[in-house]
């Protein structure tokens, strides 16, 4: 199985902050990278797919990057909508896995 | 609007059986594969399970294979989850996830999910 590493479990961060969260795969994933946001009590919402495309609807201040094995979730100005928890998603392989969420907390 | 609601949630004993629905509105379910993810309290998301449109092609995760059946009923728009021989270590929120394309892998993503089951397993 390929294991997802998000080495940040949380991020105090300040509103207008720019953050970046990383996602490491245990082997080369090529693109195939997903990003979600996820805040409490709520299901999981798509952000950025295949490492870099941002889903409808997502506000452009969220980005993505990387290919291979590492991968980057920016978020140009924070705002107080996006502390949340983020996950990344490998979907090169069955089974598809996840890494361990980044929560994104205020300072 | 595309949207996806989990029913049939509850508390079970463990060793019990439980079956989930996902019922789809807004598109065809035939055009979309479709998975199972779970989330233990406090803990990050797992896979589960997927079903290609089809529902010709199945996965599961080594933690359900045998355990968890994924089926479909597109004529219905609906997607199902049967669940035996529950664990205590299953208790969880099981969300299904619409997959991109009906068929096939690498480039795939979940949108949208379902606002979740609850589903505890404790005697």
């Known amino acids: 199985d390929i294991q997802m590493t998000q080495s940040q479990s949380s991020l105090s961060t300040s509103v207008g902050d720019r953050v970046t969260i990383t996602c490491r795969a245990s082997?080369?994933?090529?693109?195939?990278l997903n990003w979600y946001q996820q805040k409490p009590g709520k299901a999981p919402k798509l952000l950025i797919y295949?490492?870099?495309n941002l889903q409808s609807g997502v506000p452009s201040r969220f980005s993505g990057s990387g290919s291979g094995t590492d991968f980057t979730l920016t978020i140009s100005s924070l705002q107080p909508e996006d502390f949340a928890t983020y996950y990344c998603?490998?979907?090169?392989?069955?089974?598809?896995?996840f890494g361990g969420g980044t929560k994104v907390e205020i300072k | 609007e595309v949207q996806l609601v989990e029913s049939g949630g509850g508390l079970v004993q463990p060793g019990g059986s439980l079956r989930l629905s996902c019922a789809a509105s807004g598109f065809p379910l035939s055009s979309h594969g479709m998975h199972w993810v779970r989330q233990a309290p406090g803990k990050g998301l797992e896979w589960i399970s997927y079903i290609s449109g089809s529902g010709s092609t199945v996965f599961y995760a080594d933690s359900v294979e045998g355990r968890f059946t994924i089926t479909r009923d597109n004529a219905e728009n609906s997607l199902y989850l049967q669940m035996n021989s529950l664990r205590a270590e299953e208790t969880a929120v099981y969300y299904c996830?619409?997959?991109?394309?009906?068929?096939?892998?690498?480039?795939?993503?979940?949108?949208?999910w379902g606002q979740g089951a609850l589903v505890i397993v404790s005697s």
């Open positions: 295949a490492a870099s």
């Open positions: 998603q490998q979907s090169y392989s069955i089974p598809f896995t």
């Open positions: 996830a619409r997959d991109r394309a009906a068929e096939g892998f690498g480039d795939n993503w979940f949108d949208p």
């Open positions: 082997q080369n994933i090529n693109k195939y």
